[in-house]
């Protein structure tokens, strides 16, 4: 038995030394041949094997300081659960310009390198290139280059607990989601750009054709379905920043995409296509009235073939934002005053749209492209089930510390009673509850049904109102109204029982 466990151990070890991949040259060779026009500027392309350190992270970024020390500047955000400083470089041109903010970001998922090689060699780029020098004149840069430093460190895609990142953006229960949460509403951006790497050779792919499929996408573009994100920023996203990107990687003969992944009901395999979730970063950005992308490039468990490819294919999209952002700052600003005036009603169920249509795959067998039909499940075509007229504003209690915390590292402005004060509100009396017995990123999940009463009720000093005329307003709609799937009583955050009310209340208008 001990044998058997070392040569196992042997096989893991070599396969990771290995960096083995699934994907045959000749797929390699035919549909992502790699770029030779990258050039060997960041640790992980110095090398022929394993991909950039901590150290080396840190040893290239301090480079870049010491160099660009007008424009670059370093700091660190926190610290990860293993101890490891969380950098963040911002590129600011001091010119006397106004200037449009954007926030870039790699490596939350530890086992998707490109996402964050791509930003060092963006940084390189930007700062050793004179042919886009003119990209900084209007835009305030800041980028985190490694999100997830001790998943990255072992090649894992979760946090040194187990938490998935992008599964934690409303909840924040990992140190480092606190940090980078707080980072971002602290810089408060226009533009937030998160990249990321997808798994090409899925379990399900394996169930279609005769020897299976794999994604054919170079990259896919995510950005929010969910109705809560005001529809002119929607538009914008997709129609400006996504379109622009998308020409440019057609220039280069890069294939592209809206965001698909897969999903079983009743046994067929679905294709979910964008997403609604605030519990990832792609709606959680877009929620605080920011143009918000998450970029998935083709690449986990790929290894480093077409490493430099994936890399290609990011650094051209993060350019193509930073250039959209630069002409279009004046529009940017204007879309999201306008969205930041809106007072639509809260939605808090959805109905994705529902339809057939022909999705484009690699068959492994064939090692040709082939088209089968499937039933899409479309957040981008959603229709609201359930909605509440939004409130004037929200009343938390003041003993309620974890929520009010939570809220202000979403980038949310709280005012507190300086005295005790009688206001007409609506009340949360839960009239069904259903708690999961499964956790779900280590959260026990309720499903509740409230009542909603009129009542004058008087409030103490020190209670928390949170007012719905600003930015973060949608933000915090979606953790505060309790149905919403991704709200504090969805996750267990705030615990209830049948009939108790809420200790959360919304300010009739």
Do not use: C
Request: hydrophobic share 40%; no cysteine.
């Amino acid at each position: 038995m001990k044998k058997l466990v070392i040569i196992l151990f042997l096989i893991m070890s070599f396969t990771i030394h290995a960096q083995f991949s699934p994907q045959t040259k000749k797929i390699t060779n035919k549909f992502f041949p790699d770029r030779e026009e990258v050039l060997n500027t960041t640790p992980a392309l110095q090398k022929k094997r394993g991909f950039t350190n901590y150290k080396e992270l840190i040893a290239f970024l301090d480079k870049l300081v010491n160099e660009h020390s007008d424009i670059v500047s370093l700091s660190y955000i926190g610290e990860s659960q293993k101890k490891r400083q969380i950098p963040l470089i911002k590129l600011v041109v001091p010119n006397g310009e106004e200037k449009i903010k954007v926030w870039m970001q790699g490596g939350l998922h530890g086992n998707e390198p490109a996402s964050t090689e791509s930003m060092l060699y963006l940084l390189d780029r930007l700062l050793n290139d004179a042919s886009y020098i003119d990209i900084l004149e209007n835009i305030e840069l800041a980028v985190i280059p490694m999100a997830n430093i001790d998943g990255y460190l072992k090649n894992d895609r979760y946090a040194a607990n187990g938490l998935d990142l992008n599964r934690d953006q409303t909840k924040l229960m990992a140190p480092e989601s606190v940090v980078l949460k707080q980072a971002f509403s602290n810089f408060n951006p226009d533009v937030g750009v998160d990249f990321h790497e997808y798994r090409p050779y899925r379990r399900d792919y394996a169930r279609l054709g005769d020897f299976g499929l794999t994604n054919m996408y170079d990259a896919m573009f995510l950005f929010s379905g969910n109705l809560n994100v005001p529809q002119n920023l929607r538009t914008l996203t997709d129609e400006l920043f996504v379109e622009n990107a998308r020409r440019v990687l057609d220039e280069y003969g890069y294939t592209h995409q809206p965001y698909i992944s897969t999903r079983k009901v009743e046994g067929d395999i679905h294709i979910n296509q964008g997403s609604i979730s605030s519990r990832s970063s792609a709606s959680n950005y877009a929620l605080t009235n920011t143009i918000s992308s998450l970029i998935e490039i083709r690449g986990v468990g790929l290894g480093k073939t077409s490493f430099k490819r994936r890399i290609h294919s990011s650094f051209l999209i993060a350019i193509s934002y930073l250039k959209t952002a630069s002409e279009h700052m004046n529009l940017v600003k204007d879309e999201i005053e306008i969205a930041t005036a809106q007072t639509n009603n809260v939605v808090l169920e959805y109905n994705r749209g529902i339809y057939k249509d022909s999705v484009q795959f690699i068959d492994i067998n064939t090692n040709e492209y082939v088209q089968f039909e499937m039933t899409v499940r479309d957040a981008w075509k959603a229709k609201a089930k359930l909605t509440r007229v939004r409130p004037k504003a929200y009343i938390i209690e003041a003993n309620q510390t974890e929520i009010i915390q939570k809220l202000q590292t979403l980038g949310v402005k709280i005012e507190f009673l300086e005295e005790d004060k009688t206001y007409a509100v609506e009340t949360y009396e839960v009239a069904s509850l259903y708690r999961k017995p499964i956790r779900y990123e280590k959260m026990k999940l309720q499903t509740v049904e409230v009542n909603l009463k009129k009542e004058e009720k008087t409030f103490n000093k020190g209670t928390a109102i949170v007012m719905m005329n600003q930015r973060r307003a949608n933000i915090t709609a979606e953790v505060l109204e309790p149905e919403a799937p991704n709200s504090f009583v969805s996750f267990g955050i705030l615990k209830t029982n049948k009939g108790e009310t809420l200790p959360i209340y919304r300010l009739l208008n």
